[in-house]
């Protein structure tokens, strides 16, 4: 039988998780500001330059991974919580 690490156990309490997931929601409503941000400078840059910004295309990257990962954690289908909880960029071990 194999032994559950400290971090495992961690996340089996349902009380614990709801407050990491309060906290990654609270996080959205940050990002979910900042991607509107990043949306109008990344128009405005195509309008006047006829291209986005390469700042803005990697922030996009970012902010879409960093949503992923926390949709998959808010939603049970990964044990991983993402940035800051966890390294930027951190995946899933199956």
């Not at 991607?35 to 970012?62: D, I, N, S």
């Amino acid at each position: 039988m194999q032994e559950l690490s400290v971090q495992d156990k961690r996340y089996r309490n349902p009380f614990v998780r709801v407050l990491f997931m309060v906290v990654l929601y609270l996080l959205f409503i940050i990002v979910r500001t900042l991607l509107l941000l990043v949306a109008v400078v990344q128009f405005l840059a195509h309008l006047f330059t006829g291209k986005p910004t390469e700042v803005g295309l990697r922030w996009g990257r970012g902010m879409s991974g960093w949503l992923h990962q926390m949709m998959l954690f808010m939603t049970y289908n990964s044990e991983v919580m993402p940035f800051p909880f966890s390294a930027l960029g951190a995946q899933d071990e199956d």
